[in-house]
């Protein structure tokens, strides 16, 4: 059974961490660029980060950038998310998605169409 699991989500203060994590069972992530979204107030999930798991490769969306950080472990087959210095504006239902984009850029870029797979979520609470 294909599938991706996040966790880590939980409760935060103004300026704290937490490392999300996407476990893929059923499939490799190798072919697969790998996206964080979060639900945003628009019809569409906002692109968080993107990582061609294959090449390392990423991309940040601009609010993010220099405080979230992705990588991947191939030997487990998942990706994480560090998020520092946590702002409010952050909280959010947080999802990992995998697509066949042929860039990390493509994949945030383009966004939700792009994706074969998406995991359940994880809640991020960021308190002020």
Not at 97 to 119: E, S
Request: with cysteine; net charge negative.
């Amino acid at each position: 059974q294909v599938q991706l699991v996040e966790s880590g989500g939980g409760v935060v203060q103004t300026g704290g961490s937490l490392r999300l994590s996407c476990a893929a069972s059923g499939f490799t992530l190798d072919h697969y660029i790998i996206a964080w979204f979060r639900q945003g107030t628009g019809p569409e999930r906002e692109d968080v980060s993107c990582v061609d798991f294959g090449s390392g490769s990423s991309y940040y969306t601009v609010s993010v950038r220099g405080r979230f950080t992705i990588s991947r472990d191939k030997s487990k087959n998942t990706v994480y998310l560090q998020m520092n210095n946590l702002k409010p504006e952050d909280t959010d239902v947080y999802y990992c998605a995998a697509g066949p984009a042929t860039t990390a850029q493509a994949m945030c870029t383009i966004g939700t169409y792009m994706v074969d797979y998406w995991g359940q979520g994880t809640q991020v609470t960021v308190s002020a």
